[in-house]
């Protein structure tokens, strides 16, 4: 009759609980194994793509440290010239400060840091036959002091006079001695005016570990004034405190190289 319930067996309704109830479970055990596949696949896209941070990111690892050390040695000279004459009985005296060290070292400490390269450095002074070099053998005269073994000599001079512009004073050079004596052949090093900036030492030590200047500039290896490079049209791109990807691993080979030899 339209409008009358008609009662319903309690076992119906109590099969279609159980009905209920097993597609639940089922349902759910589904969705149990598909979440963990998503979630998998949607790591490992993200992954692929590198939006992932964290230690769910495989990221490189770190080059080892490298350390190099320097026997910087700071010349002890007498007062310089006062228009051709020096003063008679002066006391010889460090050219450059222990302040005036320390900064060259920081700032080569800080150019060299973000490729894992570290300086150690062994101070001292030394007297040499003249404060002042103008030829080039005098230069390789400088070769009698440097006599490290494992470790790059780094001599602090007052002057340097540049061999192609003779009116140009250097900031720093490396320098390779190849004059006559057998026992000084294969001897090298870096000098050191007292006039250099900060970062010429850590130009000049690249230098001694095989980096030449680069033409392009525009970063740590840029030539300095006097280089012929800068003559070239477009000219060299001003000096940046950085070493270019190739430089940085041509750097890092050659002082792996230089410590394998000690």
């Not at 450095?121 to 053998?137: G, N, Y």
Request: net charge positive.
């Amino acid at each position: 009759m339209p409008g009358e319930t008609v009662p319903v067996p309690s076992e119906t309704v109590s099969a279609r609980a159980r009905e209920g109830d097993d597609r639940a479970r089922a349902g759910t055990a589904a969705l149990g194994t598909v979440l963990p596949a998503v979630a998998a696949l949607v790591l490992f896209a993200a992954g692929a793509l590198g939006i992932v941070a964290g230690p769910a990111a495989a990221r490189p690892a770190a080059p080892p440290l490298l350390t190099v050390t320097l026997s910087l040695r700071v010349a002890r000279c007498p007062p310089a010239t006062v228009k051709g004459k020096r003063t008679r009985g002066a006391h010889r005296a460090p050219v450059k400060p222990k302040a005036w060290v320390d900064a060259q070292l920081a700032a080569a400490r800080k150019l060299l840091a973000p490729y894992r390269i570290a300086l150690v450095a062994r101070r001292s002074s030394f007297t040499p036959a003249r404060c002042e070099l103008d030829t080039r053998a005098q230069r390789h005269a400088l070769a009698e002091h440097a006599i490290s073994t494992g470790a790059v000599d780094v001599l602090v001079l007052r002057r340097v006079r540049d061999l192609d512009v003779r009116s140009y004073n250097l900031m720093g050079v490396h320098w390779r001695y190849r004059g006559g004596r057998k026992a000084w052949r294969g001897r090298r090093f870096v000098i050191l005016t007292a006039r250099a900036r900060a970062g010429v030492l850590a130009h000049e030590l690249c230098h001694f570990f095989g980096l030449k200047h680069d033409p392009k500039g525009g970063n740590l290896m840029a030539p300095g004034p006097s280089s012929p490079l800068r003559r070239r049209r477009p000219p060299p791109k001003p000096w940046k405190p950085r070493l270019e990807r190739w430089q940085a691993r041509r750097l890092r080979a050659a002082i792996i190289r230089f410590t394998r030899k000690r």
